[in-house]
């Protein structure tokens, strides 16, 4: 599979702050991939430095096989700081953007009013953009970066500042761009549109890649370290319960006991090491159960683990990484 | 998925070029502030005294003048009757041509001192509107290290200005033709023998061809020009620093970074804003031209000139405008600009202070040094060139061109340096030497 993105040792440094160290990635073509990532992590540098927008100072990055800046025409870019010129109707400014994109002069009325149906916005092409409600703004933003039809796009934070109806419409929009064969590289706060969308995470932190994975690797290699158990004791009845959580503490392996608010639920930490299997099979001798699971990891577990100081499982790559 | 090809990098900064054009040219401000109110300045100048003349009425009414010497009334009555259209015009009161109403006063004569008191009295009623007391002596031969007593002209306190101009000339032709009359002078005959002679001072090239020498060519065309050059390059100067800014400030830059590389962007600002400035230039000289073809004074301007404004208004406006587009990406609001302009504007303002020693010595050697020093050097040249009384060395209107592009290159270069890093900084802005590193910086 040909490489869309290739970074190599990029390094940015603005002032005394270091924004990306030593930064090595790979996006193969055809790939939806969620660059995640806290507040200050590096993801916008990186994404500036992948559009050629700001360069590294040192490193090699290479875009569709070459740079980014004789690519831009096949490349969509979505910033995370919106932009529109205030005064500029909605299809005066989208024919602007399409022009600078290569896009024909006919061809470009055409696609901006297909894509604002597409995106259940067809009344605002003679709007101003000033008109408009954030959410809108954003979405005729979104439509800028792909009307010309990229081969790569890049969204920094698409989602935010849509409500649930529109950030379900979006994901729809995004998926399909994805399956027509075009590479998606979006960076998120929101781990659910990662789980939702991708196919493979990048997470950095501080300027470092600390994950680089599937999300099937993912659900393997962090394995999840609660067991959640459901009694049949009614949930009025303390002295039964607290009789229930004397048993479970007293099982091997299990660190901690939590309850959900009402006593419905308890769940179980693991003490590190310890099989989960073995800790399920126990807990069913604790005393009566409803039910007793494995909570699924999530990626916000996982984005809480690893940026939050806990444990870093060793890379295992991906694609060469 | 694949992208449209046939409109590649080329193509995209005539659409930038042309976006700035369009959205600058095309609006209320620009229509009423940079071609409507100069035109309308223009068009209340030339017809200004035309209306002033047409719109005023005739202002009537009754002078009363104490002549004890009884020489000078005669005269100012025919004077006055000139005025009215009654009689032949008197030669040394030349005709009423001053805005704001003509006049059509009679005279009342008083021969005797007390009726002065009665006349004052009177004054402000029945159409008295002036009165003059001609002290006696002021018609009698002089007497060596005596001063000559005052006319005294009284009028109500709501009397038209226009009366005591026109009464003030009158009296005092009048009464210098009254002394000539007494010592037995023709007044006419000494009038003429009093005429100084006029000089026709004409410049004669080497062809022999000869100009005549005009104040109006030495002095006003050079600063008209420069003025000419000055206005339009900052107007379109202060467009690249505004739409700079606008496009920081909503955050649209990053949009258009990913379409297109900082240099690309750039250089469309550049030549759009240059497209507006030159729709200016062409405006104001063709309203310029007008105006002095109306009063026939269009050859003040030698055809060379035009060649001369074009070559040092590109220079001009490039000069400044990358000076301008620097500060506007390194800024996020037109308020954190001004501090950063203050030097620009300073340095601008030297082409004024240099306006009169340039106009008297356009080869002198302030002018000569001030030539080569960007960005004075379009400004400079422009006053020099302009002056039509010293022709400029040929050698200076090269080497002017040579430096001035050469710094306009140098200029362009640090602008873009400052541009590329500036379009993608938020916050405080930088101070100049924060803004050299920058044009140092990898």
Redesign the interface.
């Given at each position: 599979m040909s490489v869309a993105i290739r970074i190599e040792g990029a390094r940015k440094q603005f002032r005394d702050t270091v924004a990306v160290r030593q930064l090595d990635l790979q996006i193969d073509q055809g790939s939806l991939c969620g660059f995640l990532g806290p507040n200050g992590a590096g993801k916008s540098t990186t994404i500036?430095m992948i559009?050629?927008?700001?360069?590294p100072?040192s490193g090699r990055i290479e875009v569709l096989g070459g740079s980014a800046?004789d690519a831009?025409?096949?490349?969509g870019?979505l910033?995370e700081?919106?932009?529109?010129?205030?005064?500029?109707r909605v299809g005066e400014f989208l024919r602007?953007?399409a022009?600078?994109?290569?896009?024909?002069r006919g061809?470009a009325d055409q696609r901006a009013q297909a894509w604002l149906e597409r995106l259940e916005l067809p009344e605002v092409f003679v709007k101003r953009c000033e008109e408009l409600s954030k959410g809108m703004q954003q979405k005729v933003?979104f439509v800028?970066?792909v009307i010309?039809?990229?081969?790569l796009l890049i969204l920094d934070e698409p989602f935010s500042g849509l409500d649930p109806v529109n950030a379900r419409l979006m994901s729809g929009v995004v998926r399909d761009i994805s399956a027509?064969?075009?590479t998606i590289l979006f960076s998120t706060h929101q781990m659910v549109h990662a789980e939702q969308l991708c196919d493979r995470v990048v997470l950095i932190d501080k300027g470092e890649k600390i994950l680089d994975a599937t999300l099937e690797e993912v659900g393997t290699r962090f394995n999840p370290r609660t067991v959640i158990v459901e009694p049949i004791a009614a949930a009025g009845s303390n002295g039964e319960l607290d009789a229930f959580e004397r048993s479970l503490r007293s099982i091997d392996g299990v660190a901690e006991v939590r309850w959900s608010e009402g006593r419905r639920a308890a769940s179980l930490s693991l003490a590190p090491g310890v099989d989960p299997q073995q800790v399920m099979g126990r807990t069913l001798a604790a005393g009566p159960v409803r039910s007793v699971e494995l909570s699924k990891v999530s990626l916000d577990d996982v984005f809480v683990e690893l940026v939050g100081g806990g444990p870093r499982p060793s890379e295992g790559g991906h694609g060469g990484d | 998925?694949?992208?449209?090809?046939?409109?590649?990098g080329g193509?995209?900064i005539p659409?930038?070029a042309w976006?700035e054009f369009r959205?600058t040219v095309l609006t209320k401000a620009f229509i009423i502030g940079a071609v409507v109110v100069p035109l309308l300045m223009i068009g209340i100048a030339m017809l200004a005294p035309y209306f002033m003349k047409s719109s005023s009425s005739i202002i009537k009414g009754r002078v009363a003048i104490v002549d004890v010497s009884g020489t000078v009334a005669p005269i100012l009555d025919r004077m006055l009757a000139a005025d009215r259209g009654e009689g032949p015009p008197v030669e040394s009161a030349p005709s009423d041509d001053m805005p704001g109403g003509s006049l059509a006063l009679t005279l009342v004569t008083e021969t005797d001192a007390a009726s002065i008191a009665p006349l004052r009295e009177e004054l402000g009623t029945k159409d008295l509107v002036a009165l003059l007391v001609i002290p006696p002596a002021l018609v009698q031969a002089p007497v060596a290290d005596q001063p000559w007593p005052a006319v005294e002209l009284l009028v109500p306190q709501s009397a038209p200005w226009r009366i005591t101009a026109r009464l003030e000339q009158l009296v005092r032709a009048a009464v210098v033709d009254a002394r000539l009359a007494n010592l037995g002078v023709d007044s006419a005959q000494q009038r003429k023998l009093m005429q100084r002679p006029i000089v026709d001072s004409q410049r004669q090239s080497g062809a022999g061809e000869t100009k005549r020498e005009s104040v109006m060519s030495r002095m006003f065309v050079p600063i008209g020009f420069m003025v000419l050059l000055w206005i339009c390059v900052f107007t379109s100067g202060h467009y690249l620093l505004t739409t700079t800014i606008?496009?920081k400030s909503?955050?649209?830059?990053?949009?258009?970074?990913?379409?297109?590389?900082p240099m690309q962007l750039l250089t469309g600002k550049l030549l759009g804003q240059a497209l507006v400035s030159l729709v200016m230039l062409v405006t104001y000289t063709g309203v310029a031209l007008s105006a002095l073809s109306v009063f026939a004074m269009a050859d003040l301007i030698a055809p060379i000139q035009y060649l001369w404004l074009v070559i040092y208004f590109v220079m001009a406006y490039f000069m400044i405008g990358t000076m301008m587009v620097a500060v506007g990406s390194a800024v996020s609001e037109l308020r954190e600009a001004q501090s950063l302009m203050t030097p620009i504007m300073l340095v601008m303002m030297v082409p004024f202070w240099l306006w009169f020693p340039i106009s008297h010595a356009p080869n002198g050697m302030l002018a000569t040094i001030a030539s080569f020093i960007p960005p004075l050097t379009p400004f400079v040249m422009i006053l020099r060139l302009s002056s039509g009384s010293e022709p400029v060395a040929a050698w200076q209107i090269a080497a002017s061109i040579a430096v001035g592009t050469l710094s306009t290159l140098g200029m362009l270069w640090a602008a873009s340096r400052i541009f590329r890093v500036g379009v993608?900084m938020q916050g405080k802005p930088p101070s100049p030497r924060e803004l050299l590193r920058w044009v140092t910086v990898?």
């Open positions: 500036r559009m050629s927008i700001i360069h100072d800046l831009k025409d096949r490349i870019y910033p700081e919106r932009g529109l010129y205030r005064k500029m602007y953007i022009r600078l994109k290569g896009v024909p061809v933003q800028a970066s010309h039809g990229p081969e027509s064969g075009a | 998925m694949a992208t449209d090809q046939n409109l590649r193509a995209k659409a930038i976006r959205t606008e496009e909503s955050r649209v830059m990053e949009v258009l970074l990913s379409a297109v590389s993608l990898r």
